[in-house]
C-alpha cells in the first residue's frame, strides 16, 4: 500500500506541513474577528479544510471518471475495429 511506502522522515514533513497549514489558518482566523471564541475559529478553520479537500476530491474524482470512461472507449472501439479486421 501507498501509506506503508512513506517512511517515518516524511510522515514527520507531513505532520509539520499541516501543523503549518492550520497555524496559518488559525491567524487568518483569529484576525478577520477577534472577538470570536475558540470554538467559532476552530470550526471557521475546519468548514474552511473542509471546503478544500471537498473541492480536490471532486475535482480527483471527474478526472479520474473521465479517464475510465475515455479508457472504455478507447478499448470498445479497438476491439470493434480488430473485430471488423478478422471477419
Same mark, same amino acid.
Do not use: E, P
Given at each position: 500500500?501507498? $501509506?506503508?511506502?512513506?517512511?517515518?522522515?516524511?510522515?514527520?514533513?507531513? +505532520? !509539520?506541513? +499541516?501543523?503549518?497549514?492550520? =497555524?496559518?489558518?488559525?491567524?487568518?482566523?483569529?484576525? +478577520?474577528?477577534?472577538?470570536?471564541?475558540?470554538?467559532?475559529?476552530? !470550526?471557521?478553520?475546519?468548514?474552511?479544510?473542509?471546503?478544500?479537500?471537498?473541492? $480536490?476530491?471532486?475535482?480527483?474524482?471527474?478526472?479520474?471518471?473521465?479517464?475510465?470512461f475515455f479508457?472504455? $472507449?478507447?478499448? =470498445?472501439?479497438?476491439?470493434?475495429?480488430?473485430?471488423?479486421?478478422?471477419?
Amino acid at each position: 500500500m501507498y $501509506f506503508m511506502a512513506i517512511t517515518k522522515t516524511q510522515w514527520i514533513v507531513i +505532520v !509539520i506541513m +499541516v501543523l503549518k497549514i492550520v =497555524r496559518i489558518y488559525y491567524k487568518i482566523a483569529t484576525g +478577520v474577528n477577534a472577538s470570536q471564541d475558540s470554538y467559532q475559529i476552530m !470550526i471557521t478553520i475546519w468548514h474552511k479544510i473542509q471546503t478544500i479537500f471537498l473541492g $480536490f476530491s471532486w475535482s480527483l474524482f471527474s478526472f479520474l471518471s473521465f479517464c475510465f470512461f475515455f479508457y472504455q $472507449f478507447l478499448s =470498445r472501439n479497438v476491439c470493434l475495429s480488430y473485430a471488423s479486421y478478422t471477419y
